[in-house]
């Protein structure tokens, strides 16, 4: 019996008892993005796009294929991707990021988002103001940010200039569940 406890002590020491993971993954998280035009405004959705939640690191990193964006008129779509995007040199948009003072134990919360977001080669720190729910230990974020066409060195021709807005606004939203190796 004595010879017992100590290998017992030394399983107890070993043994990950806390099944709670701080690890969080979407695969099918949305982003949209929006921009008005006095000629037509354009609009896109993007329901492809991976990310993982680290609660316990307070991070976000997030990934996208640009290609996955869904356009109402083909003829968007394609300029979107070979013209302004360049989809083939440039096929994912990234964001890395922190949230300042999460509380994971809050059931809803307003955080601000800080990180670098990549676009068509282009990285560029931004704050994004976002909602999270703790919901029974998944979660949703979701929240809306502009970017400016100009910041990510989007060419846009003088003769389409009036169609296409400066400012680009998009919102995402993500709902988690426990990520499992």
Same mark, same amino acid.
Not at 76 to 100: L, Q
Not at 105 to 131: D, F, M, R
């Given at each position: +019996? ?16 806390? &099944? ?11 982003? #949209? ?10 609009? @896109? ?6 990310? =993982?939640? &680290?609660?316990? *690191?307070?991070? =976000? %990193?997030?990934? +996208?294929? +640009?290609? %996955?964006?869904?356009? *109402?008129?083909?003829? +968007? !779509?394609? $300029? ?7 989809? &083939?040199?440039?096929? *994912? @948009? ?8 999460? &509380? @994971?134990?809050? @059931?809803?919360?307003? *955080? ?7 676009? $068509? ?10 909602? =999270?729910?703790?919901?029974?230990? #998944? !979660? %949703?974020?979701?929240? /809306? ?17 009036? /169609?296409? %807005?400066?400012? =680009? ?6 709902? !988690? ?5």
């Amino acid at each position: +019996m004595n010879k017992l406890i100590p290998i017992l002590l030394l399983l107890t020491f070993f043994t990950d008892f806390d &099944d709670t993971t701080s690890q969080f993954i979407t695969r099918q998280g949305q982003v #949209t993005f929006f921009s008005y035009t006095s000629v037509e405004n354009i609009e @896109a959705k993007n329901n492809q796009v991976v990310s =993982i939640l &680290d609660i316990e *690191k307070e991070a =976000i %990193a997030v990934s +996208m294929l +640009m290609r %996955a964006f869904v356009f *109402k008129k083909d003829l +968007m !779509y394609e $300029h979107f991707n070979e013209s302004y995007i360049e989809s &083939d040199m440039y096929p *994912k @948009a990234n964001f890395e990021g922190k949230i300042i003072n999460l &509380d @994971a134990s809050v @059931a809803l919360q307003t *955080k601000i988002i800080k990180g670098t977001l990549t676009i $068509h080669g282009i990285s560029k720190e931004i704050e994004i103001k976002s909602t =999270i729910e703790n919901n029974n230990g #998944t !979660y %949703a974020l979701e929240g /809306n940010f502009d970017v400016l066409v100009n910041d990510f060195d989007i060419k846009i021709p003088p003769i389409l200039s009036s /169609n296409i %807005a400066k400012t =680009i606004s998009l919102k995402f939203k993500f709902q !988690y569940q426990p990520y499992e190796e």
